[in-house]
């Protein structure tokens, strides 16, 4: 939170989310950076409550070498959608200076 202005959650290649690092610390959006941040070791109860609620992973990690079609997350993602698996997701603007890019927010 101290070393940069903006943060961007890349899986696969690809960037799927990106924010002012305030904001993108306090409002995750894409389930992989809800994952990521979930699984963060915290000190403190207070850190504990900041954390996302865990976002658990399902399926199996896929090739880097041959990524699956659509949202490259889509194999190990719970809120998986049939439009997740045939299309890339979109760039959904959802607040000042936050994109997204998931079928979860078009």
């Known amino acids: ?3 940069s202005s903006r943060v961007m959650i890349m899986y696969l290649g690809k960037i799927y989310e990106e924010a002012p690092t305030e904001r993108f610390f306090s409002s995750p959006l ?3 950076t809800q994952m990521l941040l979930s699984s ?3 000190l403190s109860e207070e850190d504990e409550k900041m954390k996302p ?3 658990e992973s399902v399926g199996e990690i896929p ?3 041959n990524p ?3 949202c ?3 194999t190990r993602c719970p809120f998986a959608k049939p439009v997740c698996s045939q ?3 979109p760039d959904v603007v959802v607040g000042d200076g936050h994109v997204v890019r998931c079928w979860l927010y078009e």
């Open 1 to 3: 939170r101290n070393i």
């Open 30 to 32: 894409h389930p992989y």
């Open 40 to 42: 963060i070791p915290t």
């Open 53 to 55: 609620k865990g976002v």
């Open 63 to 65: 090739s880097a070498v």
């Open 68 to 70: 699956p079609s659509g």
């Open 72 to 74: 490259r997350f889509h």
């Open 87 to 89: 299309k890339e997701p």
